[in-house]
C-alpha cells in the first residue's frame, strides 16, 4: 500500500492481484480532509486477493462501484448508542457490514437473523471475511485479513461516527457471549449461535463496551474482534448520513446461494488460509 499525504490529501491507489476473478478495474480510493470531514471515496475494489466469485454459496461477482463516505473529523462520543447496518469503511474503501440479509426460514419477519460465521451456513465468504452483494459490492463482515497483511499498522478503517476502528488480535476482547437457555420462538433448540440473537453483550465480561469500542493510546475507538460482534454493531457517536443503506444488509442473495439453517457454534474466522499475526498495536 503506497500512502501519499499532500497537503490534506491522502491518494492510495492500490493494485489489485486477484488469481482466480479476472476484473476489468484495480483498487482505486481517494481519501481527503477539510476542516471538518474525512471523505472516503473508492471504486469498490478490493486491494487483495479474493476468493471465487460467484461461488456456491454467492452467486454473484465482483463489480467496481462508486462509494462515498464522509465522517468527522472530530467524532464527539455520547452515552447513546445508534445500532447501524453499515459502520463503518476500511482504508482501502471496502464497506464494513457484519450483518446479514438472511433470517430463519427466509422469513424476516421472524426476527431471527442469521450471523454471517454460522457453522452449517454457507454465504461464501472467502479469506478475508468477506462476500459480495447482489449488486456487486464487496464488503467486509470481520477482520479484514488480506488488508491486514498489506499494514503495519492496527487501523482498519473509520466508523460511521468518525471514531477510528482497528484491529489488534487477543489484546482486546469482546464483552458479548452466548445467551443460556432455548429460543422462545422462531427456530427454538439451544442458543448456539447461529442467530444475531443468540448473543448478549455483559458489560464487564470483556475489555470492550457493547459497540465493541474501547481507549487506544488514550482516545476512544472501535475494535475488530476474533468473536462475535466481529466489527461492531453500533457505534457511539452520530453516524454521517452518507452510511445510510438503502433496505436490508447485504447478503448472498439471489439464486444458487446454499444455506443450512441447523447452525452451531461460530468459528472466529471463515475461509481458507491462516490468519496472520496481530498487526503492531499503536501503544
Same mark, same amino acid.
Given at each position: 500500500?503506497?500512502?501519499?499525504?499532500?497537503?490534506?490529501?491522502?491518494?492510495?491507489?492500490?493494485?489489485?492481484?486477484?488469481?482466480?476473478?479476472?476484473?476489468?478495474?484495480?483498487?482505486?480510493?481517494?481519501?481527503?480532509?477539510?476542516?471538518?470531514?474525512?471523505?472516503?471515496?473508492?471504486?469498490?475494489?478490493?486491494?487483495?486477493?479474493?476468493?471465487?466469485?460467484?461461488?456456491? /454459496?454467492?452467486?454473484?461477482?465482483?463489480?467496481?462501484?462508486?462509494?462515498?463516505?464522509?465522517?468527522?473529523?472530530?467524532?464527539?462520543?455520547?452515552?447513546?448508542? =445508534?445500532?447501524? !447496518?453499515?459502520?463503518?469503511?476500511?482504508?482501502?474503501?471496502?464497506?464494513? $457490514?457484519?450483518?446479514?440479509? $438472511?433470517?430463519?426460514? !427466509?422469513?424476516?419477519?421472524? /426476527?431471527?437473523?442469521?450471523?454471517?460465521?454460522?457453522?452449517?451456513?454457507?454465504?461464501?465468504?472467502? =479469506?478475508?471475511?468477506?462476500?459480495?452483494?447482489?449488486?456487486?459490492?464487496?464488503?467486509?463482515?470481520?477482520?479484514?485479513?488480506?488488508?491486514?497483511?498489506?499494514?503495519?499498522?492496527?487501523?482498519?478503517?473509520?466508523?460511521?461516527?468518525?471514531?477510528?476502528?482497528?484491529?489488534?488480535?487477543?489484546?482486546?476482547?469482546?464483552?458479548?457471549?452466548?445467551? =443460556?437457555?432455548?429460543?422462545? =420462538?422462531?427456530?427454538? /433448540?439451544?442458543?448456539?449461535?447461529?442467530?444475531?440473537?443468540?448473543? $448478549?453483550?455483559?458489560?464487564?465480561?470483556?475489555?470492550?463496551?457493547?459497540?465493541?469500542?474501547?481507549?487506544?493510546?488514550?482516545?476512544?475507538?472501535?475494535?475488530?474482534?476474533?468473536?462475535?460482534?466481529?466489527?461492531?454493531?453500533?457505534?457511539?457517536?452520530?453516524?454521517?448520513?452518507?452510511?445510510?443503506?438503502?433496505?436490508?444488509?447485504?447478503?448472498?442473495?439471489?439464486?444458487?446461494?446454499? !444455506?443450512?439453517?441447523? /447452525?452451531?457454534?461460530?468459528?472466529?474466522?471463515?475461509?481458507?488460509?491462516?490468519?496472520?499475526?496481530?498487526?503492531?498495536?499503536?501503544?
Amino acid at each position: 500500500m503506497e500512502l501519499k499525504l499532500l497537503s490534506t490529501t491522502y491518494s492510495i491507489l492500490l493494485a489489485l492481484l486477484i488469481p482466480i476473478n479476472t476484473l476489468a478495474a484495480s483498487n482505486s480510493v481517494t481519501i481527503t480532509t477539510d476542516s471538518q470531514y474525512r471523505y472516503i471515496e473508492s471504486n469498490g475494489i478490493p486491494d487483495h486477493s479474493t476468493g471465487q466469485f460467484p461461488n456456491s /454459496g454467492n452467486p454473484n461477482a465482483i463489480s467496481a462501484q462508486n462509494h462515498k463516505f464522509r465522517v468527522p473529523l472530530n467524532p464527539v462520543k455520547t452515552n447513546r448508542a =445508534s445500532t447501524v !447496518r453499515l459502520p463503518g469503511v476500511a482504508i482501502n474503501g471496502i464497506p464494513m $457490514e457484519p450483518g446479514t440479509a $438472511e433470517f430463519w426460514n !427466509r422469513d424476516r419477519a421472524s /426476527g431471527w437473523n442469521i450471523q454471517a460465521f454460522a457453522q452449517g451456513t454457507n454465504l461464501g465468504i472467502d =479469506s478475508n471475511n468477506a462476500h459480495v452483494q447482489p449488486n456487486g459490492t464487496y464488503h467486509y463482515h470481520g477482520s479484514p485479513t488480506g488488508l491486514l497483511q498489506k499494514t503495519n499498522d492496527s487501523l482498519v478503517g473509520w466508523a460511521a461516527d468518525g471514531f477510528e476502528i482497528h484491529y489488534i488480535g487477543s489484546q482486546v476482547k469482546s464483552s458479548y457471549q452466548l445467551k =443460556s437457555g432455548t429460543r422462545p =420462538s422462531g427456530p427454538g /433448540g439451544r442458543y448456539d449461535g447461529t442467530y444475531d440473537q443468540d448473543w $448478549e453483550y455483559v458489560a464487564g465480561l470483556g475489555s470492550l463496551d457493547q459497540c465493541n469500542g474501547g481507549q487506544l493510546d488514550g482516545n476512544y475507538v472501535y475494535f475488530i474482534t476474533d468473536s462475535y460482534p466481529f466489527i461492531q454493531r453500533c457505534v457511539f457517536g452520530t453516524p454521517d448520513q452518507s452510511f445510510n443503506k438503502r433496505g436490508g444488509p447485504g447478503g448472498a442473495g439471489g439464486p444458487g446461494m446454499r !444455506r443450512d439453517m441447523r /447452525g452451531g457454534r461460530p468459528p472466529p474466522r471463515r475461509g481458507e488460509g491462516d490468519r496472520p499475526p496481530p498487526p503492531r498495536p499503536r501503544y
